[in-house]
C-alpha cells in the first residue's frame, strides 16, 4: 500500500480538523530517552506527508534527533465526547526530513524569516474511533505466578498491539467464577434449557454467572489466557467458561423461521497458553487438552474467528524456551495487528498462528 491510499477517508477529514499533534523523536537507535513535545503541524492530503515548524526550529532537540535519526512518531488525539467516554486519534510512524517550504503552512501568515519545516513520511498508522465504533475486548487472565509467568509475557505481547479498542479485564485470582453445584446447575436448567421462570432465590444463585456471561456477551473480541495444568485448563478457567456458555445469551438456537436468537458470527477470540511439555509432536499431541478444549468452547458459541497460541517447552533448557516464546509472541502480535487493523506499509513476513486446526511445527 502507498503513501497516497494510506488514509481513509474518514481519518483525511479528522486530520484537517485537529492543529496540534505531539511529536517524538530520539537521538539514536536504543537512546534511553526520547524526546516527546506538541507541535503545530500542517497535512499535505495530496501526498500524505505532515509537515512540523515551529520558532527556531533548528535549535530544538527535535530538529538535532532528525538529524541523526529520521524515525519519527506523530500523535494525533481529541475526545469526541466525554459521555459517552469516546476518544480518538491516529497514530503514525515515519521518518523526517527537512526541507524548506516558503510561504506555505500554518506560518505562512506569521513574519518568519527561516523556512525549513521538518516533514514526516508516514510508514504505518493505528487508529480509533475514526471510521468505526471501538472494539472492546475482553481479557480473561488466570496468571498466578504473575510478574515470573511466562503466560503473563504472552498476554504483555498482546497488548502492546491494542489500539482502537476499549479493554476490560477480568481477573479470575480476584472474581473467582462460581462452579456448577446441585442448586445453581438446577436452577440454570430450569431457566435457559427448559424455559421455566426462577424464583428469587434462585436469580440470586446465577447472579455472578450472568453477569460473567453478560461480560463475554458485550465483547467483540474475547482474549483467555492461562498456563496449562495437568495436560488441560485449570479448574478455575472451566469454571468461568461454564458460567459463560449460557443458551440462550452466549449462544443461540434457530427459531421456526430459521432466525438465530443469539449469533456471535462477527466476534473473535484468542486463547494464550504456556506449556511446560511439547505437544507439537505426534508422540505426545494427544495429551493436550487444553488449547483444544478452548478453542471448542468458542466454535460452540458460534465465534467466527477462533484461534489459539501455545508457547511450549517453557520447562525445557534455556535456550529452547525462549525460541519457543518469542516464536510464540511474533504469532500473538500477528493476529492482534490483524485484529486491530494496524497498518504495516513496508514489507514484512507474517507467522501464521494457530488455528482451529491446531497445526505445530516442530521444533
Not at 284 to 310: C, K, N, P, T
Request: glycine share 4%; proline share 3%; charged share 30%.
Amino acid at each position: 500500500m502507498t503513501i497516497r491510499n494510506m488514509f481513509s477517508d474518514k481519518e483525511i477529514e479528522y486530520i484537517k480538523t485537529q492543529r496540534l499533534a505531539r511529536i517524538s523523536t530520539m537521538s539514536r537507535e536504543g537512546a534511553l530517552q526520547l524526546d516527546v513535545v506538541p507541535v503545530g503541524f500542517d497535512f499535505d492530503s495530496s501526498k500524505k506527508y505532515f509537515y512540523v515548524r515551529g520558532l527556531n526550529l533548528s535549535k530544538t532537540k527535535k530538529y538535532r534527533n532528525v538529524l541523526k535519526n529520521e524515525k519519527v512518531a506523530l500523535f494525533i488525539d481529541d475526545l469526541k465526547s466525554v459521555n459517552p467516554w469516546s476518544p480518538r486519534g491516529i497514530r503514525i510512524h515515519g521518518t523526517a526530513d527537512i526541507v524548506a517550504r516558503k510561504g506555505q503552512g500554518y506560518l505562512m501568515d506569521n513574519d518568519h524569516a527561516c523556512t525549513k519545516y521538518m516533514r514526516i513520511i508516514p510508514k504505518e498508522k493505528w487508529s480509533w474511533g475514526i471510521d468505526e465504533p471501538m472494539k472492546k475486548t475482553l481479557i480473561v487472565k488466570y496468571i498466578p505466578r504473575d510478574e515470573q509467568s511466562n503466560t503473563k509475557k504472552l498476554l504483555d505481547a498482546f497488548r502492546e498491539e491494542i489500539s482502537n479498542s476499549t479493554v476490560e479485564e477480568l481477573d479470575l485470582l480476584e472474581d473467582l467464577p462460581d462452579m456448577f453445584l446441585r442448586s445453581n446447575l438446577l436452577a440454570y436448567i430450569n431457566r435457559n434449557l427448559l424455559g421455566r421462570k426462577m424464583l428469587p432465590r434462585e436469580e440470586n444463585l446465577l447472579s455472578k454467572m450472568d453477569r460473567m456471561a453478560a461480560q463475554l456477551k458485550s465483547a467483540d473480541i474475547a482474549v483467555v489466557v492461562f498456563p496449562m495444568y495437568n495436560y488441560s485448563m485449570p479448574a478455575i478457567v472451566k469454571a468461568w467458561f461454564d458460567s459463560v456458555i449460557q443458551k440462550g445469551v452466549t449462544f443461540g438456537e434457530k427459531r421456526r423461521d430459521g432466525q438465530m436468537i443469539v449469533s456471535n458470527a462477527e466476534k473473535k477470540a484468542l486463547i494464550l497458553i504456556s506449556s511446560g511439555g511439547v505437544y507439537s509432536n505426534e508422540q505426545f499431541s494427544g495429551r493436550e487438552h487444553a488449547l483444544s478444549l478452548s478453542i471448542q468452547e468458542f466454535q460452540y458459541m458460534g465465534y467466527s474467528d477462533v484461534r489459539g497460541v501455545l508457547a511450549e517447552g517453557m520447562s525445557m533448557k534455556e535456550e529452547v524456551k525462549q525460541t519457543n516464546l518469542d516464536k510464540s509472541m511474533r504469532q500473538i502480535r500477528a493476529i492482534a495487528r490483524e485484529w486491530y487493523e494496524k497498518e504495516r506499509y513496508e514489507d514484512s513476513k507474517s507467522v501464521s498462528p494457530i488455528s482451529k486446526n491446531r497445526r505445530f511445527d516442530k521444533l
